[in-house]
T-cell receptor, first 114, second 115 residues
Framework: AQSVTQPDIHITVSEGASLELRCNYSYGATPYLFWYVQSPGQGLQLLLKYFSGDTLVQGIKGFEAEFKRSQSSFNLRKPSVHWSDAAEYFCAVGAMGGGNKLTFGTGTQLKVEL | DSGVTQTPKHLITATGQRVTLRCSPRSGDLSVYWYQQSLDQGLQFLIQYYNGEERAKGNILERFSAQQFPDLHSELNLSSLELGDSALYFC??????????????FGPGTRLTVL
């Protein structure tokens, strides 16, 4: 069974600083990996996805993530954080077979200091 | 706006009651998924339907059931409600079937409060 670990529950960064949110997954085969963002009272918005190919993927809002098979990681990065990026970020892994369910990490709450 | 709609947005009810949550997937999407988000359990997969058929089950209680109708909208029925069922319930949809994997797009959720 697949699993996702997001080791950082809370992260605080200053506006304009760089950001890296960590995600480690466990899955036997090549995973389908996702980052979603949830603003307060809102649904989940897909930031980016990795299915195959180039291990550095670009997403919306200036985010990118890098798939590292050797480290079972899919960390999310942004070079310069904006105050509007304050939200909760979820890493998720999907798998074919037995349905296409997503398994989510526990989330990382991002606070941006002005 | 993801194109997935959910109604109602908020639902307040009492223990022991039954409620129905409704979801309309994005146009063209055949798969519908239900997830529960709670403080203690996080985001958990409940059930998936593909073109009217149940495809996969997750941590869904026996008191909960779902179905997908011919027009592809889906309903999640929660009965004999308990305080612990209070949560945000998300519906998601994707094109994905048995032979492909595609990203899921989430609706805004239904916040259920059981008093």
């Amino acid at each position: 069974a697949q699993s996702v670990t997001q080791p950082d529950i809370h992260i605080t960064v200053s506006e304009g600083a760089s950001l890296e949110l960590r995600c480690n997954y466990s899955y036997g085969a090549t995973p389908y990996l996702f980052w979603y963002v949830q603003s307060p009272g809102q649904g989940l918005q897909l930031l980016l996805k990795y299915f195959s190919g180039d291990t550095l993927v670009q997403g919306i809002k200036g985010f990118e993530a890098e798939f590292k098979r050797s480290q079972s990681s899919f960390n999310l990065r942004k070079p310069s954080v904006h105050w509007s990026d304050a939200a909760e970020y979820f890493c998720a892994v999907g798998a074919m077979g037995g349905g296409n369910k997503l398994t989510f990490g526990t989330g990382t709450q991002l606070k941006v200091e002005l | 706006d993801s194109g997935v709609t959910q109604t109602p947005k908020h639902l307040i009810t009492a223990t022991g009651q039954r409620v129905t949550l409704r979801c309309s997937p994005r146009s063209g999407d055949l798969s519908v998924y239900w997830y529960q988000q709670s403080l203690d359990q996080g985001l958990q997969f409940l059930i998936q339907y593909y073109n009217g058929e149940e495809r996969a089950k997750g941590n869904i209680l026996e008191r909960f059931s779902a179905q997908q109708f011919p027009d592809l909208h889906s309903e999640l029925n929660l009965s004999s409600l308990e305080l612990g069922d209070s949560a945000l319930y998300f519906c998601a949809s994707s094109i994905a079937g048995a032979l492909s994997y595609n990203e899921q797009f989430f609706g805004p959720g239904t916040r259920l409060t059981v008093l």
